[in-house]
């Protein structure tokens, strides 16, 4: 065997007190198998991407083997789960095997997804499908080329044994990384326990985690949630501007550090369609496409009410403090919404006038059908059809009823002082060509599910690498679905 490197652990969170996590380590599995290793996330965090792939690397990507300065753990919280809350959830399939710092200077968690069941599984198997975390793999790595702050995958690795969920399906473990795993539902955890020193100890933690020029604030509370809704605000944007539906915007999948997390019943939209659900266990649309900045202050505003006792103790003046943070979600969210807008468009602004020409153009996309991503793009191409570069005309034609209002809008694009160029060249960083489209995520989950071929899988990944760089001999990870491969219903892994 390959021998084990200094994995840099430094493990913070399993420092505080006992009541914030159960100390177990993964449950073994039967045969171990190497699914792929991130090379250049390896890298980052210091670990040697050979060994990773190793038979002791993927050893420890199964649970089977916990390395030197690992402290694994399960976190314990609670949450809203479309609007009912639930006072204990936590780690129910996944093990903190610690914390490491890497070449950047940031510190990560590494956590394995699928590693058998803790204290809070709630009668669950703690295991992973291999379908979903393929799903996983592909969609967190391609978020991240999209530029989306994301958890991460490092590895994954097959286990020999069958998880029962609606089949029987292979079982497989997901080696994900993060910037921390703390959620809303944390601190939703302590709050309904009235732990208020629990609570103080979770603020000072996420503030030196992640903001901490916010550290010398005279209300570290308020700073905190004032920094979570700036984050967040950003976040959704930036989903927005992608077209991706998360699907379970429940307050325990909200990351306090301002990354997308727990790629279950997620997908990006095709045809243009505000209303668009694909998350078989939302029934009623809370999560669809439009609600999406609607939940995200609705959460934000269960995360201000765990802090009131802590941002002041006269209640009154804590909920105007918690009021006016939260009130300035919307504006943030719009700034940033829009701001992408004018970089999709390519406008260097967005004046009130224009707002009139963004709304006709999403009312004509949702009228026909238009495909989200290749509407963009094709606009950028139009931008400067004399760049000499690839264009999806001919993948992509535009339906005609949109003809009229791309006259209106190059006009517009002339009353600017931008070159057609540089303007082309900006656009191009905001309008990808390839997405992680469902059906081509459904091709390689039922290839590697039903047929043990990881080829799909791995050709999607590396395609998915560069989203934004369009190669002509790569147009069917561009296209939408053909007839028949349409997929509407998306599955959580549990």
Same mark, same amino acid.
């Given at each position: ?37 991130? &090379? ?27 390395? &030197? ?41 590494? $956590? ?91 603020? =000072? ?12 604030? =005279? ?12 984050? $967040? ?68 505003? @269960? ?11 006269? &209640? ?22 829009? =701001? ?10 967005? +004046? ?18 238009? =495909?989200? +991503? ?46 057609? *160029? ?55 990870? *561009? ?12 599955? @959580?892994? +549990?």
């Amino acid at each position: 065997m390959t021998a084990q490197p200094n994995i840099p652990f430094d493990n913070s969170y399993a420092r505080l007190p006992d009541q914030f996590f159960s100390r177990l380590a993964p449950t073994p599995v039967s045969r171990p198998g190497p699914i792929r290793v991130n &090379t250049q996330l390896a890298e980052l965090l210091g670990i040697d991407p050979e060994w990773l792939a190793s038979e002791e690397g993927t050893a420890v990507i199964a649970g089977n083997r916990v390395p &030197t300065g690992a402290d694994p753990i399960a976190t314990v919280y609670a949450g809203h789960q479309f609007g009912s809350y639930n006072p204990q959830l936590g780690d129910g399939r996944a093990i903190l095997l610690g914390e490491v710092v890497g070449s950047d200077g940031k510190r990560y968690d590494l $956590q394995l997804k699928g590693s058998g069941p803790t204290p809070y599984s709630r009668g669950g198997d703690g295991r992973a499908p291999l379908g979903p975390v393929i799903r996983e793999y592909v969609v967190s790595e391609a978020m991240y080329a999209l530029g989306v702050p994301t958890t991460r995958a490092l590895a994954a690795a097959t286990t020999g044994d069958t998880v029962t969920r609606q089949q029987f399906e292979p079982g497989a473990v997901l080696a994900r990384v993060a910037a921390s795993h703390i959620r809303i539902g944390t601190f939703q955890f302590f709050a309904a326990k009235g732990d208020t020193e629990a609570l103080h100890l979770l603020v =000072d933690h996420v503030l030196e985690r992640h903001y901490p020029e916010m550290l010398t604030a =005279d209300n570290r509370p308020l700073a905190l949630l004032q920094a979570a809704i700036s984050s $967040q605000a950003a976040l959704i944007a930036r989903w927005q501007l992608l077209g991706f539906i998360h699907g379970v915007m429940n307050t325990d999948n909200m990351l306090l550090s301002g990354e997308t997390v727990d790629y279950g019943p997620c997908a990006f939209l095709d045809a243009f369609n505000p209303e668009t659900v694909f998350s078989s266990i939302d029934q009623g649309g809370r999560y669809a496409y439009r609600n999406q900045p609607g939940m995200a202050h609705w959460n934000l505003t @269960c995360l201000a009410q765990t802090l009131l006792p802590l941002i002041d103790s006269d &209640t009154d003046s804590a909920v105007a403090q918690a009021q006016e943070a939260i009130d300035s979600f919307p504006v943030l969210f719009m700034d940033a919404h829009t =701001d992408g807008l004018a970089a999709k468009l390519g406008l260097e602004n967005v +004046t009130e006038a224009d707002t009139a020409l963004i709304e006709d153009l999403f009312k004509l996309m949702a009228e026909n059908k238009a =495909d989200f +991503t290749l509407t963009f793009r094709r606009l950028t191409d139009l931008a400067n059809p004399e760049s000499g570069r690839a264009t999806v005309a001919e993948l992509y034609p535009l339906p005609e009823a949109l003809l009229p209002w791309c006259e209106r809008w190059q006009q517009r694009l002339a009353e600017g002082d931008e070159g057609a *160029a540089e303007r082309r060249a900006g656009m191009y960083q905001a309008n990808p060509i390839y997405i992680p489209r469902n059906h081509l995520v459904e091709e390689a989950i039922r290839a590697a599910v039903d047929e043990g071929d990881l080829t799909p899988f791995n050709t999607l990944v590396d395609r998915l690498a560069q989203p934004f760089d369009y190669e002509p001999d790569d147009s069917r990870y *561009a296209l939408p679905p053909g007839a028949g491969e349409e997929v509407r219903e998306t599955f @959580c892994g +549990t």
